[in-house]
């Protein structure tokens, strides 16, 4: 049996190998014994400050911020979930800290008080005679502020796979950020920045994409909706882009529950003429970037597609069943969203609380078990089973994505220790070790959590050039 690290739950080799540097180094497979030291119950009884708890990070602590779909997958390999343990479960000196995307560790937006905006009394034909309404637009996100480490001055909290998860840790020049979660890569796109060369100039390193695991978008409906079986890709962009509007415009839409059949004659029942609501995600989240990317790629040759020409379309919270359930009936059964199996999943776990159950605010003294437990329950996802992307417009809609961890190469390329007694950094303990033990990511411990978090284990590595390492 690999000797494993004292106070460690990874497996490590004495005296690594000097190829500091060489990012492109392969990767040498060795899972050992990775998951034995985390299966104790000893180890299970050491169990960490959880990831929601907001700590201050101490000076060597790993700190994580960024989007709000991977931020669970974060939470469970930092802590564990139920039964399976964390990194931070077996009482390591220093710890991974994962800071949720907003102060709900759902990961839904805080906004201004509605108490404290100005209001209008409704007077029976405008609202409900006598009650009080505040403007839509009057409403802002409100994101509260963290400390970022311990000691330090507090800051706006780094939300969103792109503002706070790659933007975030290109921008940090305070060293704050170890890790950003995005589902976006780094790759340079068309008009648009250079990430790489974007870091290096802020701070004088480039940065590594270690993927470690795979998601999927898909559309989600009513469980009772006008919808068809599923909707094809060109629908989709037709739909978003404002040229579809109504059901009957789907060619070879059939009724609610039905296969798109072109060659069948023009379905003619009234659910044809029902208007589609097309639900919209704010700009800035990453499910909107993944969204608008996936329908490109099935749709080749719409690059000028940005999914908000839709006159009905409403902007929502992004990944949460209310954005539906939450509709009056006439518009839930005709509305759409993109939506991740991963959170559909993670909802039917039972992980998730309401946090309302409709009539009253949930509170944790009075509820059975001090929580009610959230769901998906009002809602599906439309060809939910599919794993491969087809790209063809007359494919259904739908995408996978990547659980992407963005670290510096700097700190790949560190020789100072994480753990005391161990000889690897905080990169090599947790995400890429390119000559030594697997990361935590990649051990059959690690595994099994991103598994719990509803998605799909896949280990990749993408270097400084943006081209993949290999890894086996």
């Known amino acids: 049996m690999r000797p494993t690290d004292p106070g460690s739950p990874l497996p490590f080799i004495s005296g690594k190998s000097l190829r500091k540097g060489n990012v492109m180094h392969q990767y040498r497979k060795s899972l050992g014994a990775a998951a034995v030291a985390l299966a104790t119950t000893a180890a299970l009884g050491l169990s960490g400050a959880p990831a929601q708890a907001d700590p201050a990070p101490q000076e060597k602590d790993v700190v994580a911020t960024g989007s709000d779909i991977i931020q669970n997958s974060f939470n469970f390999l930092a802590d564990g979930y139920k039964q399976l343990p964390g990194y931070n479960t077996a009482g390591n000196r220093w710890r991974f800290i994962n800071f949720d995307s907003s102060g709900d560790a759902q990961g839904r937006s805080a906004f201004t008080d509605p108490r404290l905006l100005p209001t209008i009394t409704g007077n029976g034909t405008l609202g409900e005679n006598g009650a009080k309404y505040v403007k839509q637009s009057d409403v802002k996100l409100l994101n509260p502020t963290i400390a970022l480490r311990a000691g330090q001055d507090l800051v706006v909290r780094p939300s969103g796979g792109g503002g706070g998860g790659r933007d975030a840790i290109i921008a940090d020049d305070q060293g704050w950020i170890d890790v950003g979660r995005s589902p976006d890569p780094l790759d340079k796109v068309e008009n648009g920045p250079d990430y790489q060369q974007l870091a290096f100039a802020k701070q004088g390193t480039k940065l590594l994409r270690v993927q470690i695991a795979t998601d999927r978008q898909l559309i989600a409906t009513a469980t009772t909706t006008n919808a068809p079986a599923t909707i094809p890709a060109s629908a989709i962009l037709s739909i978003y882009a404002g040229n579809i509007t109504k059901w009957g415009q789907i060619p070879g839409y059939q009724g609610p529950g039905q296969a798109i059949n072109t060659a069948a ?73 993109p939506f991740p199996r991963g959170r559909f999943r993670t909802l039917n776990t039972g992980y998730y609380t309401q946090t309302s159950d409709g009539a009253k605010t949930n509170n944790y003294n009075t509820e059975t078990g001090h929580r009610t437990p959230a769901s998906a329950a009002g809602i599906k996802l439309l060809d939910g089973d599919s794993n491969a992307d087809v790209n063809q417009p007359t494919a259904p809609y739908g995408g996978n994505f990547a659980y992407n961890a963005i670290v510096r190469e700097r700190d790949l390329n560190s020789t100072t220790p994480w753990q005391p007694g161990s000889t690897l950094n905080w990169v090599e303990a947790l995400f890429y070790n390119p000559d030594g033990p697997a990361p935590f990511v990649r051990t059959p411990a690690g595994q099994a959590l991103l598994t719990a978090a509803g998605v799909t284990p896949q280990y990749r590595v993408f270097g400084t050039d943006n081209a993949e390492i290999s890894v086996d």
Request: charged content about 15%; glycine content about 8%.
């Open 265 to 337: 004659p023009t379905y003619t029942g009234p659910e044809a003429d029902e208007t589609i609501v097309a639900l919209i995600l704010p700009t800035d989240a990453g499910m909107w970037n993944t969204f608008v990317a996936n329908v490109k790629r099935q749709n080749p040759g719409n690059t000028g597609f940005t999914g908000r020409g839709n006159p009905n379309s409403v902007q929502v919270q992004q990944n949460d069943p209310v954005s539906i359930t939450s509709l009056p009936e006439a518009q839930r059964k005709n509305a759409i969203v």
